[in-house]
């Protein structure tokens, strides 16, 4: 017993959150977006760039008889 007391509970509190909308200060949010500064660096540019080693410059130097391979033939 006691089931439909709780059901209801939370079917009331359901339905108060589905129609629940809170005043938005829309002032506010457009202050917070205007006053968001652009980084200066290009979106293309890779920052860890330098940490890493080329991939190209690895497999040149790990198989060196590739490259006369392909020159000689």
């Keep these: 017993m006691g089931r439909g007391r709780q059901k209801a509970k939370n079917t009331k509190v359901a339905r108060e959150l589905k129609y629940f909308s809170p005043n938005t200060d ?8 205007a006053s968001a500064t652009p980084t200066d660096e290009p979106d293309f540019e890779d920052r860890w760039a330098d ?5 190209e410059s690895e497999t040149a130097k790990e198989n ?3 490259e006369s391979d392909k020159s000689g033939n």
């Design 51 to 55: 940490l890493y080693k080329d991939e």
């Design 26 to 33: 829309l002032t506010a949010l457009q202050a917070e977006l």
């Design 64 to 66: 060196p008889d590739n």
